[in-house]
């Protein structure tokens, strides 16, 4: 979610000149790799990753069983564990499934193209699902070294692109110099990612105050402060 550094070559951009994190998804391990064997249903898989958000958002994380999401999408749970085998990588991926609605439009300065971020992502984090996720994502995957790690390649990385993009666009409009190391471009992206992430985060999941347009414009400005250039 926010500006950035890399221009990532791997990633083609839409038409419209926005992108979403679902692209990347490949660059950081397609979440559901399949083998031979019955295709898999599309449909199938949006009806369990809305049953588990809306279970989630009723239940919470310890209510919420495989056997009454797989009731609530309609299908059988033989179903389900073969496409999710653990409930935390369900939740995982029907979370990251939200976040894959982000996306990083070209909208004529940074400045810009970061407020139109973090507002799309503040409306994602007023849903009671993805609260109750998150929370319960956060309290679990401090206790479990692998739902980390998957919390990092399906939620964390795919929106770090946002970040690139973001700073690829300000880099052709002539906003930024472009990148001389890679190395120190990707400890940028990181850092401005987790200012983002953690300050929207915080302000909505911990502090329970609004996000509102005058607010995410006094952070934006704050956050470009040091940079006068990348102001509107």
């Given at each position: ?27 950081v ?15 199938a ?52 499934s ?40 956060f ?30 666009n300000?880099q ?61």
């Amino acid at each position: 979610m926010a500006p950035t550094t890399r221009q990532p070559a791997e990633q083609p951009h839409p038409p419209d000149g926005g992108t979403t994190p679902a692209a990347a998804a490949a660059a950081v391990g397609a979440p559901h790799a399949r083998g031979k064997g019955r295709p898999r249903s599309a449909a199938a898989d949006q009806a369990i990753l809305d049953a588990t958000r809306e279970a989630l958002a009723e239940l919470g994380w310890g209510g919420l069983t495989m056997g009454d999401v797989a009731q609530r999408a309609g299908v059988a749970k033989t179903t389900l564990y073969r496409r999710w085998p653990s409930k935390s990588e369900l939740v995982v991926d029907a979370i990251a499934s939200l976040f894959d609605q982000l996306e990083c439009t070209d909208r004529g300065s940074l400045q810009a193209d970061i407020e139109a971020v973090v507002a799309r992502f503040a409306e994602l984090l007023t849903l009671p699902e993805t609260q109750a996720a998150l929370l319960a994502l956060f309290a679990e995957g401090s206790r479990d070294p692998q739902l980390r790690l998957r919390i990092r390649e399906r939620i964390v990385q795919p929106q770090k692109v946002l970040v690139e993009l973001g700073r690829a666009n300000a880099q052709a409009r002539g906003e930024m110099d472009p990148d001389r190391d890679p190395a120190t471009a990707d400890e940028e992206i990181g850092i401005i990612f987790d200012t983002i992430a953690g300050t929207v985060e915080h302000r909505l999941l911990v502090s329970g105050e609004p996000v509102t347009a005058d607010w995410i414009r006094r952070f934006t400005t704050l956050l470009l402060g040091p940079f006068p250039g990348l102001l509107r």
